[in-house]
Structures are given as C-alpha cells and as structure tokens.
C-alpha cells in the first residue's frame, strides 16, 4: 500500500510539472499570436498603422511647393482622374459634404491632426465599414502625397 502511495505522489508531480509546461507555452504560444494582454490594451485605444506604411513620409518642401499643390487640387477636385473624386464627400474646403456624412472636418485644425502616414494609409486602403475607399489602384505614391499636401492647406486657411 506504501509503495502505491508513492507513485501516486510521483505520478501526480509530474502531472503537475506536465501541466505547467503546457499552460507555459500555450500563453507563449498566444502571445505570439498577438493575444497578450498589452497588445489588446494597445489597439482599443488608437489605430494602429500597419508595418508597411509606418516609415511613409511626406516628400521634403512638398506641403508648401505651389506646383504640388496645384496637382493635389486637380486630383481633389477630380480634374485628374473624374473617378477619384474627393471633393464629393470631403468638400471644397474640407467640411465633409452631405454624401460624406460622419467623414472628418479637415478644416478644423483639431480635427486634422492626424500624422501624415495614417492619411497615406487610409487613402491607400481605406477605412473599413465607412465610405472611405482605397485608391491604391487609381492614385500613384506621388499623387497620394500631393493630394495630402493639399487637403493640409484647409485647416491652414484662417477664415
Ligand atoms: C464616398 C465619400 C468619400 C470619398 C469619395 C472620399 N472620402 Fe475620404 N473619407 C470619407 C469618410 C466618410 C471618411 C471618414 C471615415 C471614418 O469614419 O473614419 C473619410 C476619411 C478620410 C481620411 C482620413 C481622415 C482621418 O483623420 O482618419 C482621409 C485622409 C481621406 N478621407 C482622404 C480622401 C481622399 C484624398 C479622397 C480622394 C482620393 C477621399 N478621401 C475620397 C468619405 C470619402
């Protein structure tokens, strides 16, 4: 009976020891998998900016270079290409039109505080469960950052 009481204690600390290794790598495993706690903390609070267009950045004196601004107006207004048409939903002077109800008010300075590269982002792919489409398709990087530059001169203008 003795040398069974001992197995059973044997047996049960390694069970223990088993478990615990699995608990272990399966926390590690999820968190892997991005399920930590600190990561969940993170996205609930703000967007996060996907890897690829976190190192995008504004091309040097383009915010104010005349000739970028012109091209980012043509594009705005849908001179460029007649299918990308902000100006429809974002209005002439960045208060969101009746077709782009609930969009941002980028003439206030509040409002449009956004960094550059989550406007890349978001002109590039969208935002989904909105009416903000992608135009990676229809816009090249360089017409993306003009018409950024652009939509910046509304909450710049004092009226
Ligand atoms: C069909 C209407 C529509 C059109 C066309 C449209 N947008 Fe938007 N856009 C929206 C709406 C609505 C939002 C707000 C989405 C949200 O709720 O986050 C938005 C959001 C944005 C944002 C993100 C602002 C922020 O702070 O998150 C940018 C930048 C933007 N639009 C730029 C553009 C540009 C540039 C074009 C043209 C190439 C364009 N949009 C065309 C409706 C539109």
Known sequence: MKKVGKVLKVSLTVLGLVSALIFFNLG???SIFGFSEEEKKDTEHSVQIPPEYKGKKMPRGWLTDPKVLAAGQAIYEGKTIPK?????CHGEDGKPTR???GGPDLSDPAEAQEPDRLWFWRISEGTPRTKMRGHKKHLTEEQRWQVIAYMRTFAKSTN
């Open 28 to 30: 590690e495993a999820l």
């Open 84 to 88: 990308v048409k902000c100006v429809g």
């Open 99 to 101: 077709k782009g109800r």
